[in-house]
C-alpha cells in the first residue's frame, strides 16, 4: 500500500528548493554563451555569464549545507528530505556543472564536440550513480565524518572554481601577459580533469567531510587562526585560489590513500627483531 505524505518539514524544504533553484538558474546563465564560430572567439561578456553561473553552483552549496543542519536542528529529517535532497544535488551538482564545462571550454568543444559531451554526461551520469549509492549505504547511526567517495558537491566546485579564473584571464583589463595560452591550456585540460572527477565520484577512496570535521565542535586556537588565514588568501587572490584549493580537495583523498598504502607497507616489510 502507498504510504502517504502528511506533514513536511517547511525550513528545511525551502533550502533544499532554493539549491534546486540555484541549479536552475546556473543552466540558464550557462545557456546564454553563444557557440564559438572559431577557436579564437571567446568573448568577455561569455566570460561573466560563466562566473555567474559559478557563483551560484557555490551558493547552492550554502543552501545544501544548511538544510541538513537545520533539518538536524529542528529535529525534523524526514525520508523526504532525503530523497529531495538527492533529486535537487544531481540537478545542481550534476547537470549544472556538466553543462557549465562544456561552455567553458569552447576550444575543446570546438574541436571535440562529441568527446565533450560524452565527458559531460558521464559526469552526469556519476554524480546520480553517487547521490543514489549515498542514499542507499547511509543510515541515521551514521558519524558523516568521511565519505565513501568524492561528494558531489565538491565534485561540482572543483569544476565550478575553474569559471573563476577563466573570467580572470578573458577580462578586458586582464593584464596577464600569457592570459591566451593558459587559457587555452586549460581548455584542453579541464575536461579530462572532470572525468577523472567523475570517476572519483564512484569510488571507495574516502574523503573528509569538510565542515563536520573543520568547524564543528571545539578546536585549537591555531586551527582558528589557520583558517582565518586561509580565508584571507581566498580573498586576495580568489581569481585562483579558488580552483586551486578545490583540485587540492579532490586530489587529497588518492594522495591520502597512497600514502597509507605506502606507509602499510613500510610497516609489513620491517624486522620484528
Given at each position: 500500500?502507498?504510504?502517504?505524505i502528511?506533514?513536511?518539514?517547511v525550513l528545511?524544504?525551502?533550502?533544499t528548493?532554493?539549491?534546486?533553484?540555484?541549479?536552475?538558474?546556473?543552466?540558464?546563465?550557462?545557456?546564454?554563451?553563444?557557440?564559438?564560430?572559431s577557436?579564437?572567439?571567446?568573448?568577455?561578456?561569455?566570460?561573466?555569464?560563466?562566473?555567474?553561473?559559478?557563483?551560484?553552483?557555490?551558493?547552492?552549496?550554502?543552501?545544501?549545507a544548511?538544510?541538513?543542519?537545520v533539518?538536524?536542528?529542528?529535529?525534523?529529517?524526514?525520508?523526504?528530505?532525503?530523497q529531495?535532497?538527492s533529486?535537487?544535488?544531481l540537478?545542481?551538482?550534476?547537470?549544472?556543472?556538466?553543462?557549465?564545462?562544456?561552455?567553458?571550454?569552447?576550444r575543446?568543444?570546438?574541436?571535440?564536440r562529441e568527446?565533450?559531451?560524452?565527458?559531460?554526461?558521464?559526469?552526469?551520469?556519476?554524480?546520480?550513480?553517487?547521490?543514489?549509492?549515498?542514499?542507499?549505504?547511509?543510515?541515521?547511526?551514521?558519524?558523516?565524518?568521511?565519505?565513501n567517495g568524492?561528494p558531489?558537491?565538491a565534485?561540482?566546485a572543483?569544476i565550478?572554481?575553474?569559471?573563476?579564473?577563466f573570467f580572470?584571464?578573458r577580462?578586458e583589463?586582464?593584464q596577464?601577459?600569457y592570459?591566451?595560452?593558459?587559457?587555452?591550456?586549460?581548455?584542453?585540460?579541464?575536461p579530462?580533469?572532470?572525468?577523472?572527477?567523475?570517476?572519483?565520484?564512484?569510488?571507495?577512496i574516502?574523503?573528509p567531510h569538510?565542515?563536520?570535521?573543520?568547524?564543528?565542535?571545539?578546536r585549537s586556537?591555531?586551527?582558528v587562526?589557520?583558517?582565518?588565514?586561509?580565508?584571507?588568501?581566498v580573498?586576495v587572490?580568489?581569481?585562483?585560489?579558488?580552483?586551486i584549493i578545490?583540485c587540492?580537495?579532490?586530489?587529497?583523498?588518492?594522495?591520502r590513500?597512497?600514502?597509507?598504502?605506502v606507509?602499510?607497507h613500510r610497516?609489513?616489510?620491517?624486522?620484528?627483531?
Amino acid at each position: 500500500m502507498m504510504k502517504r505524505i502528511r506533514t513536511i518539514a517547511v525550513l528545511p524544504t525551502m533550502f533544499t528548493l532554493g539549491n534546486v533553484v540555484c541549479g536552475f538558474f546556473a543552466i540558464v546563465l550557462a545557456a546564454r554563451v553563444d557557440k564559438p564560430e572559431s577557436l579564437m572567439d571567446v568573448a568577455p561578456g561569455d566570460a561573466g555569464s560563466l562566473i555567474l553561473s559559478a557563483w551560484l553552483i557555490f551558493l547552492a552549496m550554502l543552501f545544501d549545507a544548511l538544510d541538513g543542519y537545520v533539518a538536524r536542528l529542528t529535529k525534523t529529517a524526514s525520508d523526504f528530505g532525503a530523497q529531495l535532497d538527492s533529486l535537487c544535488d544531481l540537478v545542481t551538482f550534476g547537470v549544472a556543472p556538466a553543462f557549465l564545462l562544456v561552455k567553458m571550454c569552447p576550444r575543446f568543444e570546438f574541436l571535440h564536440r562529441e568527446a565533450a559531451w560524452v565527458i559531460a554526461a558521464c559526469f552526469v551520469a556519476c554524480a546520480a550513480m553517487r547521490l543514489a549509492r549515498f542514499n542507499v549505504e547511509t543510515s541515521e547511526e551514521d558519524d558523516h565524518m568521511f565519505f565513501n567517495g568524492l561528494p558531489t558537491p565538491a565534485a561540482a566546485a572543483s569544476i565550478a572554481g575553474f569559471a573563476i579564473m577563466f573570467f580572470a584571464l578573458r577580462k578586458e583589463s586582464s593584464q596577464f601577459v600569457y592570459a591566451p595560452q593558459v587559457d587555452a591550456v586549460l581548455q584542453t585540460v579541464l575536461p579530462f580533469f572532470a572525468a577523472l572527477v567523475a570517476l572519483l565520484m564512484v569510488s571507495r577512496i574516502p574523503y573528509p567531510h569538510i565542515v563536520n570535521q573543520f568547524f564543528g565542535g571545539q578546536r585549537s586556537f591555531a586551527h582558528v587562526v589557520g583558517l582565518l588565514f586561509a580565508l584571507a588568501m581566498v580573498m586576495v587572490v580568489r581569481n585562483h585560489a579558488v580552483p586551486i584549493i578545490c583540485c587540492a580537495f579532490v586530489f587529497s583523498g588518492p594522495l591520502r590513500l597512497a600514502w597509507r598504502k605506502v606507509v602499510e607497507h613500510r610497516r609489513q616489510e620491517e624486522p620484528l627483531f
